[in-house]
């Protein structure tokens, strides 16, 4: 499994790439016909068990951190277990395809009925969507 984007030089994501690594492993059942944010609470479960069973750092998971501007929210988030409880990864956790459209790049790249960008890593990488502090450019 390879990770695309990421900055190496955080401390923990060597842990935190274990944890995602042995999770989608565990959950290779991960039903297809379930909606997006049940399977997303699966993974989130197995990550949060093995973070804070089999890593030397406790780090827990936990599903959609809500940002303070009230602007947006990812999917996923990693934590450490210390009295802030603090944030050091966040991640969105995407099925694809999502759904039979016309177009089988539609949550890529696409057009909304006002002509903006509607392709959710396409809105990502112009930073629309999730948070471009977060973003190793």
Do not use: W
């Amino acid at each position: 499994m390879h990770f695309d984007h990421i900055d190496y030089s955080n401390k923990y994501i060597q842990e935190i790439l274990y944890i995602i690594r042995l999770g989608i492993q565990k959950r290779n059942k991960l039903c297809r016909n379930k909606r997006e944010v049940l399977n997303t609470q699966s993974l989130v479960d197995t990550f949060n068990m093995i973070g804070v069973t089999m890593c030397e750092t406790l780090i827990g998971a936990q599903k959609e951190h809500e940002r303070e501007d009230g602007r947006g929210k990812e999917d996923i988030y990693f934590y450490l277990n210390d009295d802030s409880y603090t944030r050091i990864f966040f991640a969105e956790a995407k099925r694809l395809p999502k759904y039979k459209t016309e177009s089988e790049e539609e949550y890529v790249v696409g057009k909304s009925s006002t002509n903006n960008p509607s392709g959710g890593i396409e809105r990502y990488k112009l930073g629309i969507h999730g948070n471009k502090n977060l973003r190793n450019s």
